[in-house]
T-cell receptor, first 116, second 112 residues
Framework: DTGVSQDPRHKITKRGQNVTFRCDPI?????LYWYRQTLGQGPEFLTY????????KSRLLSDRFSAERPKGSFSTLEIQRTEQGDSAMYLC??????????????FGPGTRLTVL | AQKVTQAQTEISVVEKEDVTLDCVYE???????LFWYKQPPSGELVFLIR??????QNEISGRYSWNFQKSTSSFNFTITASQVVDSAVYFC?????????FGTGTRLKVLA
């Protein structure tokens, strides 16, 4: 199996611009997660999908953030009107939930966003 | 409250030394899962181990071993005979329902 992939790996943008990131999960994984990681911190949960349904959004996810997983496969995370505080690493993870056993999340390499 | 504390911000050791990374967690759940991940400079979090709250057996995988103690709410990670390739940031995480709660990580530097 190929792992979780994310594109782009790096993004530099000017304040006020919109950006979109893509995540391709491990094939047949039904859950997909987005996390944000700032320097010196652990990843913080943003949102997750079960197939194409977005089931939970963190309070960290302001109205400027939107995520989609249109066909239950890849996902996009869009940030509108970026602010300098949005500068961070955005990590995607996927997992397979089957039956009653818990899932293990496998992470992608992340997209590092720098807002100037 | 759910919380994971990794008090060691950075540890430096010389190659072949043993090193233990500490993880203390807080949860009111009776069923929970704990994880360790490695984050090398490339940025990708690499899964190392998962442990559920009902299994307190220690685990060994090659040079890695984990000590889970519910009585002290700790899940410590030991690397035996460290190598330069072990240099990375290591995260401990607590899983509650669907999401992970991560600690702030411990940066391990293994010097040749």
């Amino acid at each position: 199996d190929t792992g979780v992939s994310q594109d782009p790996r790096h993004k530099i943008t000017k304040r006020g611009q919109n950006v979109t990131f893509r995540c391709d999960p491990i094939s047949e994984h039904n859950r997909l997660y987005w996390y944000r990681q700032t320097l010196g911190q652990g990843p913080e949960f943003l949102t997750y999908f079960q197939n194409e349904a977005q089931l939970e959004k963190s309070r960290l996810l302001s109205d400027r953030f939107s995520a989609e997983r249109p066909k239950g496969s890849f996902s996009t995370l869009e940030i509108q009107r970026t602010e300098q505080g949005d500068s961070a690493m955005y990590l995607c993870a996927s997992s397979l939930v089957a039956g009653l056993s818990t899932d293990t999340q496998y992470f992608g390499p992340g997209t590092r966003l720098t807002v100037l | 409250a759910q919380k994971v504390t990794q008090a060691q911000t950075e540890i430096s050791v010389v190659e072949k030394e043993d090193v233990t990374l500490d993880c203390v967690y807080e949860t009111r759940d009776t069923t929970y899962y704990l994880f360790w991940y490695k984050q090398p400079p490339s940025g990708e979090l690499v899964f190392l181990i998962r442990r559920n709250s009902f299994d307190e057996q220690n685990e060994i995988s090659g040079r890695y071993s984990w000590n889970f103690q519910k009585s002290t709410s700790s899940f410590n990670f030991t690397i035996t005979a460290s190598q330069v390739v072990d240099s990375a940031v290591y995260f401990c995480a607590l899983k509650r329902t669907y999401k992970y709660i991560f600690g702030t990580g411990t940066r391990l530097k293994v010097l040749a």
